[in-house]
């Protein structure tokens, strides 16, 4: 029932972000109004004398005459041209921003999508770019889900190559990340997936060549195709435990890619996933007992043959001859068991320890966490904020601090 009273309010805030709600009808602490149902007591931000400035902090529910109406729209062109607008905030009563709502605003910087239940549907700017591609923006968070078309290569993707774009935030809520949804934003670089997502579509951080690390959450099932493709300044990557496939050319010329672990779940990887990656990449750990399936095509593989001929495979134990005999894996020339694990997983960030080899291994960290490893006995081991397999003198166990997290580990 919750499913279909959701498509309900859906159906109608797109039928009703087509039409033009620019004609003001009431003025309450500096926001334009106009009246979408007397009936249902409902309303939309609209364009008025006056260019909006600074910040604006957009109320869900605005009385005027002596009755409470909810604001359920942002009106086509409603923010166009207003060169002054620095921050909005939207509340979660919203459904629909309309076309060129935010056109020209060339100093906003800030967006919130305050935190809600149901997704907002999102216009274009004339049909060509997305809503947010004229501004300045540097800081979002998406309290919820969005939606927008997605009728061409791209769509209309609301922060395509918004490449001032330097920091999302999510909320709890947000379930998916939408097709080409950050394409291009090559300044993100703060960003941490939230634990409830179930999808990454096709294209949704390709080029977003500032991210360093990724981790994505076990929740999520497939990592679309071109996904992650050209984020060149990724290191780490930790895909988690659900996801089942792989989309082709989904981390493709992440060429700076260092250590790379695959979830125990990921059983289809498909053609050309990590091309491109160079001679980077030291260690892959593949955590699935049984080698995934993977595309070849005409001789290509999965990953380069660089990183088949360098790069060190861990796979569980017991796994090695599943590896040695499955296309995609059995190229690499060192494939060894992974020998023990950490005593306990580290969460600081994102950051997760394991055991590989008699080495430490760290993923899921940014550049700037600070790393230290002591041994039992107190006596520092290592300390830095850019190796992340770390060479410990011998077996034994030692504490690993990442940031303000510690654990112990046990070789």
Known sequence: MKEKFYFSLLAIACFVCSISVNAEDFKE?????????????????VKGETDYEGVVDIPGMVNHGGKQFTVTQIGEKA?????????????????????????????????????????IELGSNDGKKGLFTSTA??????????????????????????????????APSVTRIGRSQFCGCSSLDNI????????????AFQECSALSAIEVPALVTKVGDLAFQECSGMKTLVIGNGVKVIGGYAFANCSQLTTVTIGAGVDSIADEAFSG???????????????AKTAIIDMRYVFTDDTYDKATLYVPKGAVQSYQTTYGWKHFKNIQEIQSTAVNNVHE???????VDEKIMISGTDEET??????????LIYRGISDRVIQVPQKG??????GAKTCKVAL
Not at 29 to 45: D, L, P, Q, R
Not at 370 to 376: P, R
């Open 192 to 203: 941490e997936l939230p634990q409830s997502l179930t999808t990454i579509e096709d294209l």
């Open 277 to 291: 990656t160079t001679t980077n990449i030291a260690t892959i750990t593949s955590l699935n007992t049984i080698a």
């Open 79 to 119: 923010f166009s041209n207003c060169s002054k607008l620095t921050k909005v905030s939207i509340p979660n009563s919203v459904l629909s921003i309309g076309n060129n709502a935010f056109l020209q605003c060339k100093a906003l910087a800030t967006v919130e999508l305050q935190n809600g239940e149901f997704a």
């Open 137 to 170: 923006l540097e800081t979002l968070h998406l309290g919820r889900n969005i939606l927008y078309a997605t009728d061409k290569a791209h769509g209309y993707s609301p922060f395509l190559d918004v490449r001032s774009l330097k920091k999302v935030t999510f």
């Open 397 to 402: 166990v030692y504490v690993v601090k990442i």
């Open 29 to 45: 602490n500096g926001i334009y109004y106009t009246t979408i149902s007397e009936t249902e007591a409902t309303c939309a931000v």
């Open 349 to 355: 960030n994102g950051a997760k320890v394991m055991v």
């Open 370 to 379: 600070v790393v230290t490893v002591y041994g039992i006995d107190g006596k």
